[in-house]
Antibody
Framework: EVQLVESGGGLIQPGGSLRLSCAAS????????MSWVRQAPGKGLEWVSV???????YYADSVKGRFTISRDNSKNTLYLQMNSLRAEDTAVYYC?????????????WGQGTTVTVSS | SYVLTQPPSVSVAPGQTARITCGGN??????VHWYQQKPGQAPVLVVY???DRPSGIPERFSGSNSGNTATLTISRVEAGDEADYYC????????????FGGGTKLTVL
């Protein structure tokens, strides 16, 4: 079964760091485009970052310089390292598969992990 | 940066047709993807590449894209279709960043 399972969310103080994990099963992370999307409480979806199968990475302006997307091929897992966290980063974070040969619609999503940035 | 504009809400009676629009500058030149999200759940892809349906998505869901507007059409609307719907593109003019519309709440009367 094709599946994504996120973990690593929690309550963190402003300025702190957190690393989210997204474990994949049923397909190979490194052969796909993989993305992170977040949703603040009561708000819409916001794209955060993407990593290409070739390894290129791109970020939303709101997180550029603070967040880093990466993957561990041996663990078939996607990561999002989040540094210098702000209150406005509070959201449910989803990982999603975004295509194989090219960027496509995000057809597989995790259940989400909640990040709360508060003192 | 590229902006996608959706109406905040659309209402339709059961059995009727719902049309949700997504506006963007020359959006017809991009591939548009649509997601359905029900409360407390992760989004689900319902249409990709303007008009294709993933397996398992009913034929009642269809899409079109031309000029400055993309449209998600839901025929024979059912109570279970009540959800938030988001359009999305990859903006090739800015490092293929993802862009979502603001979302449309579909209410089934």
């Amino acid at each position: 079964e094709v599946q994504l399972v996120e973990s690593g969310g929690g309550l963190i103080q402003p300025g702190g760091s957190l690393r989210l994990s997204c474990a994949a099963s049923g397909f190979t992370v490194s052969s796909n485009y993989m993305s992170w999307v977040r949703q603040a409480p009561g708000k819409g979806l916001e794209w955060v970052s993407v990593i290409y199968s070739g390894g290129s990475t791109y970020y939303a302006d709101s997180v550029k310089g603070r967040f880093t997307i990466s993957r561990d091929n041996s663990k078939n897992t996607l990561y999002l390292q989040m540094n210098s966290l702000r209150a406005e980063d509070t959201a449910v974070y989803y990982c999603a598969r975004a295509g194989t040969m090219t960027l496509l619609g995000m057809d597989v999503w995790g259940q989400g992990t909640t990040v709360t940035v508060s003192s | 940066s590229y902006v996608l504009t959706q109406p905040p809400s659309v209402s339709v009676a059961p059995g009727q047709t719902a049309r949700i629009t997504c506006g963007g500058n020359n959006i017809g030149s991009k591939s548009v993807h649509w997601y359905q999200q029900k409360p407390g759940q992760a989004p689900v892809l319902v249409v990709y590449d303007d008009s294709d349906r993933p397996s398992g998505i009913p034929e009642r869901f269809s899409g079109s894209n031309s000029g400055n507007t993309a449209t998600l059409t839901i025929s024979r609307v059912e109570a279970g279709d009540e959800a938030d719907y988001y359009c999305q593109v990859w903006d090739s003019s800015s490092d293929h960043r993802g862009v979502f519309g603001g979302g449309t709440k579909l209410t089934v009367l």
